[in-house]
């Protein structure tokens, strides 16, 4: 029988214990309260990077993409007849919605939720606003609008509504503009020489700033006169212009005037080959008219009686002045004489008191808008019982002599002499506007009038403006022999001229007209102080562009 083996001393072995009857252990719990924390981070992190890709989706997303933005190059591809309207008539548009093309004619932001637009459209301006907008006017919107260059043409639709005060920034300035849609017709793709705001600024305005504001000269006006011609003074002077010529028109044919159109090229000289442009033709020469004159002779010479024309005008007269240009629009005019030359006179005496009453009382706008760049004192001219002042041309050199000029200085009256006497008329008979009549023989073209009572006189007068000449005129020679007399005397061969001679070898009736210069007349009445603002493109010895 074997021996039974003694119990060895070992430590009894540690049995887990069962999850079934007790739970899960202290270290478990914990082990898995850190996964769920750890899952739950991850989850609210990707929730959250989710929410910041929404977001940032949501605002890639435009949604004003289709109110504004660039349009496709303008080829009249489509009519659909959408009215549109002009800012002047914005202040009796209140609430309405409205579409009009205009230029940006400066532009301001103001943070990144609104920006402010000054719309041009010829002499008027207006305020715009755009202000961010839900499903309206986007950030995306508002910064394209804020980027877009001065002088861009756009076009706008919006809602017009009352300003709560008048803006001073704009020539309509009870009313401004919210801007729901924003176009852009026409871009900016060159710097700007200038701004159109500098170029309407006044010369106090920019003294005043302590030449903080550019000043921009004539001559570099000229050389850019394209963008010069967009400020609001410009758009005012060239409708004046315009005016004037109507004006003109207008009082001429209530008086039984018809309108011709003269060539421009002709055989001779119509003055005096000293200011005449020589051109080429063909195989011989021409010359460019320096006036209508002999057209207009010959019309009268055809029987019709009355007659004026609009028309360029050539002078090649080396004159660097304030007042003279090479070429100039002429407003020429003649007519029968039943007596006296002095219904002439007085017909071209009537014709410039409708001219300055109708430019004063249907322009008064206009003025005003160039007067506040040009101060100046208000034109001044006669009416009533003692009517236009005219005196003669001896009694004019009186008036200079009384105020100290030598008598030998005055066998003709310089440009310095024509503006002392304008000075010495204002103050001693209150008007801008007097007529000169008898002037010198000597003084005058080879088709004037010799006085009757003295040879060494002329039947012919000059109108003036502020002390300088805008009309000169007289009464023609119809005689064929004292016209061919005076010719050679001037040292015009009349054989060069026979055409217009013939005219009056058929018999032709006493007459007599005039010539004015239209820039002229409005440089003066305007008080513009140089020519060549009261000309869209001037001409002059120096200049032949743009």
């Not at 009352?162 to 026409?186: C, H, M, N, Q, W």
Request: with cysteine; hydrophobic share 35%.
């Amino acid at each position: 029988m074997s021996e039974a083996a003694e119990p060895t001393n070992q430590p009894p072995t540690e049995q887990p214990e069962a999850e079934g009857q007790n739970g899960p252990s202290k270290s478990e719990l914990k082990k898995r309260a850190k996964a769920a924390e750890k899952e739950k981070k991850a989850a609210e992190k990707a929730a959250k990077q989710q929410e910041i890709a929404a977001q940032k989706s949501a605002a890639e997303v435009d949604y004003a993409a289709e109110f504004y933005g660039t349009l496709p190059l303008h080829q009249s591809q489509s009519r659909p007849h959408r009215p549109r309207v002009d800012i002047a008539s914005l202040p009796s548009r209140d609430g309405e919605t409205v579409l009009l093309r205009a230029r940006i004619h400066n532009s301001r932001a103001q943070g990144s939720k609104m920006v402010f637009l000054n719309l041009r459209q010829r002499i008027e301006s207006v305020q715009a606003l755009m202000i961010v907008a839900p499903e309206k006017v986007s950030k995306q919107m508002l910064k394209w609008a804020a980027g877009l260059a001065t002088e861009s043409i756009v076009l706008v639709e919006g809602v017009v509504k009352k300003s709560p005060e008048i803006i001073k920034s704009a020539t309509v300035g009870t009313v401004e503009v919210e801007v729901s849609k924003l176009f852009l017709i026409s871009g900016v793709e060159a710097r700007l020489p200038f701004t159109v705001e500098d170029a309407d600024r006044t010369e106090a305005e920019i003294e005043a700033s302590g030449d903080q504001f550019n000043r921009v000269l004539l001559d570099t006006r000229l050389n850019n006169r394209v963008i010069d011609l967009r400020s609001q003074t410009n758009q005012a002077i060239f409708k004046l212009q315009a005016a004037l010529g109507d004006l003109f028109r207008q009082f001429l044919h209530s008086n039984g005037f018809i309108e011709i159109h003269s060539p421009k090229l002709q055989g001779a000289a119509t003055e005096s080959g000293a200011s005449v442009f020589k051109v080429s033709y063909f195989k011989g020469g021409a010359f460019l008219a320096q006036s209508p004159q002999l057209a207009k002779q010959m019309a009268i010479a055809a029987d019709f009686e009355r007659v004026y024309e609009i028309g360029p005008v050539f002078r090649a007269e080396d004159s660097n002045t304030h007042r003279h240009l090479t070429e100039f629009m002429g407003l020429d005019l003649e007519m029968t004489i039943e007596e006296h030359y002095h219904e002439v006179m007085e017909m071209l005496d009537g014709l410039f008191i409708s001219i300055f009453h109708g430019l004063r009382e249907r322009y008064k706008k206009e003025i005003d808008v160039v007067n506040k760049q040009f101060p100046a004192e208000e034109f001044k001219w006669r009416e009533g019982p003692d009517g236009t002042l005219k005196f003669s041309f001896r009694e004019a050199v009186d008036l200079l002599v009384e105020d100290g000029v030598a008598r030998e200085d005055l066998d003709d009256i310089n440009t310095e002499n024509e503006k002392r006497l304008g000075k010495i008329v204002r103050a001693k008979y209150e008007t801008d506007y007097y007529i000169i009549d008898k002037f010198p023989m000597e003084l005058r073209p080879f088709y004037t009038m010799p006085d009757p009572n003295d040879p060494t006189l002329s039947n012919s007068y000059d109108f003036f403006m502020r002390g300088e000449e805008i009309l000169s005129g007289a009464q023609r020679i119809h005689d064929p022999k004292l016209l061919e007399q005076r010719m050679r005397n001037k040292g015009i061969d009349p054989e060069s001229m026979k055409g217009y001679l013939d005219g009056f070898r058929f018999g032709c009736s006493p007459h007599g007209g005039g010539g004015i210069g239209l820039e002229r007349v409005l440089m003066l009445f305007l008080k513009l102080n140089n020519i060549r603002r009261a000309s869209l493109f001037p001409r002059d010895p120096k200049r032949l562009e743009p």
